[in-house]
């Protein structure tokens, strides 16, 4: 099975930066889009930054220029380093895999020209 596990969140000054990891196990990271979505309070989960299976890079425009995204595909690991940082960058952070045949009931969500539907437990990102 998929495993996702998100951690390097907290609480943060604005202008402050943060570094996410989400190790994975259970699929070759290599051949799948992986991304981080994001979930603030009362809002929809959003797409933020993903890699497709080409290694090509996509990114929300709201975190253009100050995000970067990326994967250690040896070790499974994707990153997301987050530089100045903005109270409107509050919410929980989400480690993404791609899916192909997604059971009933999963969220899938789409991000550049992947469909994300494998999901970890999130990681809360405090920018206060």
């Known amino acids: 099975d998929v495993q996702l596990v998100e951690s390097g969140g907290g609480l943060v000054q604005p202008g402050g930066s943060l570094r996410l990891s989400c190790a994975g196990s259970?699929?070759?990271?290599?051949?799948?889009?992986m991304g981080w979505f994001r979930q603030a309070p009362g809002k929809e989960r959003e797409g933020v930054a993903a890699f497709d299976s080409d290694g090509d890079t996509t990114y929300a425009d709201s975190v253009k220029g100050r995000f970067t995204v990326s994967r250690d595909n040896a070790k499974n690991t994707l990153y997301l380093q987050m530089d100045s940082l903005r109270p409107e960058d509050t919410a929980m952070y989400y480690c993404?895999?791609?899916?192909?045949?997604?059971?009933?009931?999963?969220?899938?969500?789409?991000?550049?020209?992947?469909?994300?539907?494998?999901w970890g437990q999130g990681t809360q990102v405090t920018v206060s």
């Open positions: 259970g699929y070759t990271s290599s051949i799948y889009c």
């Open positions: 993404a895999l791609q899916v192909f045949d997604p059971r009933p009931g999963t969220r899938v969500l789409p991000l550049g020209s992947c469909q994300f539907g494998n």
